[in-house]
């Protein structure tokens, strides 16, 4: 387990201390938002095709395999990041990158499905959170720093020695603790399962770019393509006896009702951590140290939430804590849409740390909860199904956050007849109007997504040797 959050750890530093660069990327490849935002979609997209298999994997390959296979497609990725010559050598590198993370995410809920039993499990997956969500709060700090006195690069080579050495302690001390089963390798299941979630993943993320937006062609066809694939594989899963992707995991109610809030609290997630990098230094000026270090606390907090959360789920289970958490969400989202040039550094400092405490206190209770009902038998199934949702949500987030930003840019040079000429001093005034646009969109998200947490139940059980709960009906 410790090679695992070591790994983990590694893996979310190097991903989320990218945001803080994107600016500076952005002037330095002459790339749009729309283009440079591929960089976390792009990632999404590999995700959103190779978690859905990774419920097959869990059960073909062992522990140790996936582990080494993880390790190995990351550093791949992380040198040739490092060595990047231009945009497109770097979106490749990230796209390796998330091959090491698609295998290595699945893998680490499993193994606490696995090795911990249920009564306790809030309390490991708190850990879990705590390490894990310590890097995207030191990330985008180091990254600014980084940026300050050296350069984008020296993020990966950062990261480098440190995989090798979770390689090397992960070959030590692994031990393997999936039971292999092998089922029969559906290959049609597995194109439709790319086509499906690719397609959808794709189509969100092209709707951001170029001058048609939602009406073009390839965002139309990508999410119909999409829908057309999901439904088909949706339709074979359910005919088959033995599933690539078990979907009768929604039969459990509570598992359907977390897997639902933590697509909705993953949008909201995804499109913050997009938006916010960009504003503090687009439309506020700040330097990407100062972005960096402003975004460190909210970071740091919800990192240190985790594990008390855990230990309050495992006491008063989710409902009490879910509810409460995106009342809070909702609230602090309102107050970012009146983000503007002049808003302290402090406040944005406040609103951040709280809006990540009311995530801290959604995410892992609706995870934990809905992963507890599952029997054994499901586990590979389930980790792979939340994880697969988290990658589209995520995606569909981003998409529609830049999208919303956009927008709301173009609007404001429109309704104030200003020339293009005249666009990069307005640049401030119009980003904020595109920003206040997006985060009005995630409190639609955060809606419903408390619409939902009152349909949620804690599953019981019967004793630290028991299984979860059975499915209602």
Known sequence: MAALLISGFIGMFSETALNIAITELMA???????????????????????????GLLLQWFTTRQLFIASLSFSIVGTLLAALAPGFEVLLVARLIQAVGTGLLLPLMFNTVLVIIPPHRRGTAMGIMG???????????????????????????????????????FGIV???????LTRPRIDLLSIAL???????????FSSAGEGEHGWSSPKVIIGIALGAVGLLLFILRQLRMKQPMMNLRAFRYPMFTMGTLI??????????????????????MGLLPLAAGLLMLPGGL???????????????????????????????ILWLMTGIEPTTSKGEIIVLHSLLFIGISMIMMPAQTNGLNQLPRELYPDGTAIMN?????????????????????QKAYYADNGIAPADYLSKLPQAMTQGVQGAFLMTIAFAGLGLLLSFFIKRVKVSSPEGGPQGPMH
């Open 130 to 168: 705590l390490v894990i969500m310590f890097a995207p709060a030191v990330g985008p700090a180091i990254a600014g720093l980084f940026l300050e006195y050296s350069s984008w690069r020296t993020i990966f080579w950062t990261a480098l020695p440190l995989l090798v050495f979770a390689l090397i």
């Open 193 to 203: 399962s790319s086509i499906g979630f690719g397609g959808i993943v794709y189509g």
């Open 301 to 331: 907090v919800n990192g240190l939430m985790s594990p008390i959360m855990g230990r309050l789920f495992d006491k008063y289970g989710p409902r009490w804590l879910v509810i409460p958490g995106l009342v809070l969400v909702i609230a």
């Open 388 to 408: 697969t949702l988290q990658q589209v949500a995520g995606a569909i987030g981003t998409a529609l956050a830049i999208s919303v930003l956009s927008a709301g």
């Open 28 to 54: 330095l490849f002459n790339v749009e938002p729309a283009t440079i935002q591929w960089l976390t979609t792009g990632f999404l997209l590999v995700l959103a095709i190779l978690v859905p298999v990774s």
């Open 173 to 179: 001390f692994m031990r393997n603790v999936s039971e």
């Open 262 to 283: 933590i697509f909705v609290s993953m949008m909201i997630i995804l499109s913050t951590v997009m938006l916010l990098p960009i504003y503090l230094q687009t439309g």
